[in-house]
């Protein structure tokens, strides 16, 4: 870790320390963007694990740090409602006239119904038959990279990847896939000067500009027989194919997103994760069946979705704090997934950890990730090939995080490959 980044650290932890409990904002997304979260978390954890920020940008909320508290909360969709006009699944509410409804934004039944729609893409046939596809295109990927040159890794294989593979899961005209990739970005984005999207006004624009694409590809499969791509099965589900446009765009926001963020992210976790943790490269190139046992804890050390949110439908007791009917309730998975009570020596990687899928990164309950093995199939398949070619991974300078404490991700991770 370099000099200034240390620095950071310690002035982080030594403000998250001094604070007034009543003041902490763990959702800043400029915590997350320096990195600098992880004290507020662990205070919180230890001092107040269920906790309330009464101002923020993003208004009120109550925070849930501890993970056997976010289970609870996640489990129980009867009070904590995902429902988008109730203010949907981020911290963030999006103003009332732009809400847009998707399945993971909703509650049984209708959640149920439409979810069941698109779970055939990831279904073991299916996913047995993406396997060959996904190797050749890592290969083809990999064998591209310069050995010796310091190179942008999200940008070379990170992005490229995932976006290749959604192209492939929509049946997305292949020679514009980065299309997605931007709309994904824009989805997600705060809209701040100078950022990826300057103002609210310019992201709707470029989300109705991902509609009107889709809306054409919708209109080329409904008059066409019935195939295997996400597009294509809502055209021909009695369930979806009468969507209003909102909801439509609703559910193909959640689909690249979920579809690209967290491999994308955990696939340049994993690079930065090895780098930081030496001894378990070491460990990994002595046997590299751990790839098996690596993967799932990768997702929980990026944590590629720091959070969830929920509105209390109910008055409800949990920690021992009361939450109001219409509060806002966040799961901090990028919390619970660090809690020592869960997960023994949590900030450390562990490749071989005995239970290593036992994390939040994915969720719980009927909202768990509908794409989760398709995600831990891709990073498996990259991760076999790299050990086949080379020793190491360096990462030559700081990555370049995403200004969000939503998505934990990074915009540019300098990298060299050691032969």
Request: proline fraction near 6%; charged fraction near 25%.
């Amino acid at each position: 870790m370099a000099d200034g980044a240390i620095r950071l650290e310690d002035e982080a932890r030594e403000r998250a320390y001094s604070l007034p409990l009543d003041q902490l904002h763990p959702g800043d997304p400029e915590l997350f963007r320096t990195n600098t979260h992880w004290p507020y978390f662990e205070r919180l954890r230890a001092e107040a694990p269920v906790h309330y920020t009464a101002d923020s940008e993003f208004g009120a909320y109550w925070s849930i740090t501890r993970y056997a508290d976010i289970m609870a909360v996640d489990i129980n969709h009867q009070v904590f409602s995902s429902d988008a006009a109730l203010g949907g699944i981020t911290i963030r509410d999006a103003r009332a006239d732009l809400r847009r409804p998707s399945f993971i934004a909703m509650d049984p039944p209708l959640h149920d119904a439409q979810r069941k729609v698109v779970s055939p893409i990831v279904a073991p046939a299916n996913l047995a038959r993406m396997e060959g596809i996904i190797r050749e295109r890592a290969t083809k990927i990999l064998d591209s990279l310069p050995i010796g040159e310091t190179f942008d890794w999200v940008d070379k294989v990170s992005i490229e990847l995932t976006t290749q593979m959604l192209a492939t899961l929509f049946d997305f005209p292949f020679e514009e896939r980065r299309k997605l990739t931007r709309w994904s970005d824009i989805a997600t984005a705060l809209p701040i000067p100078g950022g990826i999207v300057e103002t609210e006004e310019a992201r709707q624009a470029e989300l109705m500009e991902c509609l009107a694409y889709f809306t054409d590809l919708w209109n080329q499969r409904i008059k066409a027989e019935p195939a295997g791509d996400l597009i294509s099965m809502m055209a021909h589900s009695d369930v979806t194919r009468d969507m209003t446009p909102e909801a439509y765009l609703g559910n193909i926001i959640l689909l690249i997103v979920g579809g690209n963020d967290t491999t994308r992210n955990s696939l340049s976790g994993g690079v930065l994760a090895l780098h930081e943790n030496p001894g378990e490269y070491v460990k990994l190139n002595a046997n590299p069946g751990l790839v098996e046992s690596m993967v799932p804890e990768i997702v929980r050390w990026q944590t590629p979705l720091a959070h969830m949110r929920r509105t209390a439908v109910e008055d409800i007791e949990v920690g021992g704090k009361t939450i109001r009917k219409g509060d806002k309730v966040v799961m901090w998975y990028v919390s619970g997934n660090r809690d020592p009570s869960a997960i023994d020596s949590p900030d450390r990687l562990i490749i071989d950890r005995e239970r290593p899928r036992q994390h939040l990164s994915f969720g719980f309950g009927i909202h768990r990730c509908v794409g989760n093995r398709l995600a831990e199939m891709q990073l498996k398949i990259v991760w076999e090939e790299i050990l086949k070619r080379w020793s190491r991974i360096e990462v030559m300078g700081e990555p370049v995080r995403v200004r969000s404490s939503f998505v934990k991700g990074y915009e540019h991770l300098p990298v060299r490959i050691v032969g």
